[in-house]
């Protein structure tokens, strides 16, 4: 693959949140990270002086480079991966065009650190539910798609966290739960800068399923009952959370594209972009 081609910051947008997206590599000079430290939702940083440490790595890949601008730098990164028979796209205008579309970006010092491999770490109770489904989702799909989840009993998860340099999520007393008569979920669009209006949807779903006001709109009901059935089907929470992203998939979309549709509308082609 020789030819270069680009995507534009609007059609990236409508591929976030896919469980089968491209990879995104932010590539930008650390003085410019630095002059405004926040990520593309799913994007993860790498340095492109090391490219030949972490760019084989991605052979047979679609993955979208990042660079600042979206010129000299970021398409010399996917001149190199496609030498390596990465499927290599560039953001149209970098992430310059990306921030002045106001399209949302995830804070980088609300991270947590991110261990050996670059993933970062989360930690809440065993036997998750619907918060505790709803909150992994929407840190691989909008986060890090490479997050790893540790469920562990209640009284355990301080000690994990501290030991494993772990963010503590829907548990008391963390900066990363309910607040008020708001869930994790909530505060997790809100403090990562992922307040769309299909995420805002989402999270009116999952708060009225987790806080027991299933009035609050017509599908908590659906979800809650969705979650039960799956912590029934699933002894092993990382087996149930595999199967619990899939049913967020389907909310999300629903909350993107379906709000609108009846059950006897003609459904979109699976897979499709818009």
């Known amino acids: 693959m020789s030819a270069y081609t680009t995507i534009s910051p609007d059609k990236l947008s409508r591929l976030l ?115 505790r489904i709803a909150c992994p989702w929407l840190i691989r799909r909008f986060v890090d798609p490479n997050a790893v989840f540790l469920f562990v009993p209640p009284s355990e998860v301080p000690g994990v966290a501290e030991a494993f340099q772990a963010a503590p999520f829907d548990v008391e007393g963390v900066f990363w ?24 949807r989402l999270a009116a779903i999952v708060r009225g399923a987790d806080t027991a006001r299933l009035d609050l709109v017509p599908e908590a009901a659906g979800l809650l009952a969705a979650s039960l059935g799956l912590s029934r089907l699933y002894a092993d929470d990382l087996e149930q959370l595999d199967a619990g992203l899939a049913l967020y998939d389907a909310f999300y979309r629903w909350c993107r594209d379906a709000v609108d549709e009846s059950h006897a509308a003609h459904a979109a082609t699976p897979g499709k972009r818009k």
């Open 17 to 131: 949140g896919s469980p089968k997206g491209p990879i995104l590599i932010d590539v930008r000079p650390e003085a410019d990270f630095a002059a405004d430290p926040r990520l593309i939702p799913g994007s993860v940083r790498r340095d492109a002086g090391a490219i030949a440490l972490w760019g084989p790595a991605l052979a047979g890949t679609a993955t979208i480079v990042i660079g600042q601008q979206g010129t000299t730098f970021s398409l010399g990164v996917a001149a190199w991966l496609r030498h390596w028979g990465v499927r290599a796209e560039t953001l149209e205008g970098g992430f310059a065009a990306w921030a002045a579309a106001g399209l949302p970006l995830v804070p980088q010092d609300k991270l947590p650190p991110r261990d050996a491999q670059g993933r970062t770490v989360w930690v809440t109770r065993a036997r998750p539910k619907v918060d």
């Open 177 to 200: 739960s309910h607040r008020g008569s708001n869930c994790a979920f909530d505060a997790m669009v809100e403090e990562l800068g992922l307040k769309t209006e299909p995420l805002l």
